[in-house]
């Protein structure tokens, strides 16, 4: 699937979820990679989660690791992980200063910081959102509302 589609889906659906309803017997292979993840987790410094959609799982995750990073290249999914308040110490990183330009852009009241003439501004906006030298967003500095379906 196309970064697009994920990023209606992410518009649409308020992330990477469905309202289809179905029946597991048994354990399901998602409960037991969970399980095994789970496990595995606490031995690792930093664990990278790619493709980590609107960040449900990343956040879960993140209960068992010392430290987590979620990545997508769906800019929509990565503003509702943005959104959502959790204790944990997930990080959410732009993929590039590109992606955060337009990420400010979308907060309303902000001015257009795709525009070059504004460079100077949005280059100060970069230099102050670096984290672990990686340019990033946490505790929910800039207010995001996603639209939920
Ligand atoms: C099937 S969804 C899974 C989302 C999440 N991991 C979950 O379990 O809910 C796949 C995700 O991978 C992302 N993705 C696809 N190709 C990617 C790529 N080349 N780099 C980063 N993310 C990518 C999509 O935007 C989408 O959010």
């Avoid at 795709?114 to 670096?130: C, G, W």
Wanted: hydrophobic fraction near 35%; glycine fraction near 8%; charge should be negative.
């Amino acid at each position: 699937m196309g970064i697009e589609w994920y990023d209606r889906i992410a518009r649409k659906n308020g992330g990477y979820r469905s309202n289809a309803v179905f029946t597991i017997e048994g354990v399901s292979a998602e409960q037991l990679f969970e399980e095994r993840l789970v496990e595995m987790l606490p031995a690792f410094d930093t664990v990278l989660d790619a493709g980590c959609g609107h960040g449900d799982f990343t956040l879960k995750m993140s209960r068992h690791a010392k430290s987590i990073v979620g990545f997508d290249n769906s800019m929509e999914m990565i503003k509702i992980a943005n959104s959502m308040k959790d204790e944990s110490q997930a990080v959410f990183y732009f993929p590039d200063t590109n992606e955060f330009a337009k990420f400010l852009t979308g907060i309303p009241g902000n001015p257009d910081y795709t525009d070059p003439s504004l460079s100077k501004d949005f280059d100060a906006k970069v230099e102050e959102n670096q984290i672990n030298g990686k340019l990033g967003v946490k505790e929910y500095k800039y207010i995001w509302k996603a639209n939920k379906p």
